[in-house]
């Protein structure tokens, strides 16, 4: 009984040290975390490129509504 206490003690000790040790991230945890990274700058590059496509689009809308209103002034002249 004492010799089960005893494994049981050092096993478990063992569980807790394995625990609480703090290890290097392994491959796949590195990896994982440059996919996160790649997909956060793709993310905000889409970004970036999407608010200048829609700047652009609105000066265009914009422009071509002013070119519409010169058109129907000549019209009725």
């Known amino acids: 009984m004492k ?33 996160d990274q790649a997909m956060e700058k793709a993310g905000q590059q889409t970004q970036a490129t999407l608010e200048k496509a829609e700047d652009y689009t609105s000066k265009k809308m914009k422009e071509a509504g ?12």
């Open 3 to 35: 010799m089960y206490a005893t494994v049981l003690a050092v096993l478990a000790m063992t569980v807790i040290a394995g625990c609480s040790e703090r290890q290097e991230p392994g491959p796949a945890e590195k990896a994982g975390k440059q996919i």
């Open 66 to 77: 002013q070119a519409i209103e010169r058109a129907g002034e000549e019209l009725k002249k």
